[in-house]
């Protein structure tokens, strides 16, 4: 029983009390898709640059990590979003 007494319920005191809270959840949770579709384009845009560079290894590079030519330019040509 201990645990239950424990819970609260915020109670708004008033109206502008409410709309101050919902417009902080609301910006908080704005925030938070904003910083996510930021993470992801950073994501993406890394992902391109490594496709790139190996589009720009030597077969010798290549060779000491295990790739070839032909793997290394389908991979260097994939769209950034796959």
Do not use: N
């Amino acid at each position: 029983m201990d645990t239950i007494e424990t819970i609260r319920y915020a109670r708004p005191v008033s109206g502008a009390q409410t709309d101050q809270q919902s417009r902080r959840g609301f910006v908080g949770r704005l925030v938070f898709v904003l910083r996510s579709a930021a993470k992801q384009i950073d994501r993406m845009l890394e992902r391109r640059r490594g496709r790139l560079a190996l589009l720009e290894m030597t077969d010798e590079q290549l060779k000491d990590i295990g790739v070839s030519r032909c793997d290394a330019h389908s991979e260097g040509i994939r769209p950034f979003w796959e």
